[in-house]
Nanobody
Framework: QVQLLESGGGLVQAGGSLRLSCAAS????????MGWFRQAPGKEREFVAT????????DYADSVKDRFSVSRDNAKDTVYLQMNSLKPEDTAVYYC????????????????WGQGTQVTVSS
């Protein structure tokens, strides 16, 4: 089993920044791809970013491209989501997820999930 724990969410004004962390434990491997997803009230879970093993390949949703960036520290089994120029529409619960193999934009292809962290952007 793999456990994922997100942190770093909070309340920020529009234009501000936050950095989310996702710490993995258990039978986690650097060969796992990591994904970030978010879900706003009344909406489906949507893809934000994915980062394949060892950080070799990263993909972003168009809505966050050039504002968000993913990085990972394999020595700490931790993945980060740096969020800049935040907008009110970025408000959601953010989840990190892990899967074997390549990253995916489809949340149904991920095997492990964190509990989520709330991000609220005020206008």
């Amino acid at each position: 089993q793999v456990q994922l724990l997100e942190s770093g969410g909070g309340l920020v004004q529009a234009g501000g920044s936050l950095r989310l962390s996702c710490a993995a434990s258990g039978r986690f491997s650097t060969f796992y791809a990591m994904g970030w997803f978010r879900q706003a009230p009344g909406k489906e879970r949507e893809f934000v970013a994915t980062n394949s093993w060892s950080g070799g390949t990263t993909d972003y949703a168009d809505s966050v491209k050039d504002r968000f960036s993913v990085s990972r520290d394999n020595a700490k089994d931790t993945v980060y989501l740096q969020m800049n120029s935040l907008k009110p529409e970025d408000t959601a619960v953010y989840y990190c997820a892990a899967r074997r193999g390549r990253g995916s934009t489809d949340f149904r292809e991920y095997d492990y999930w964190g509990q989520g962290t709330q991000v609220t952007v005020s206008s």
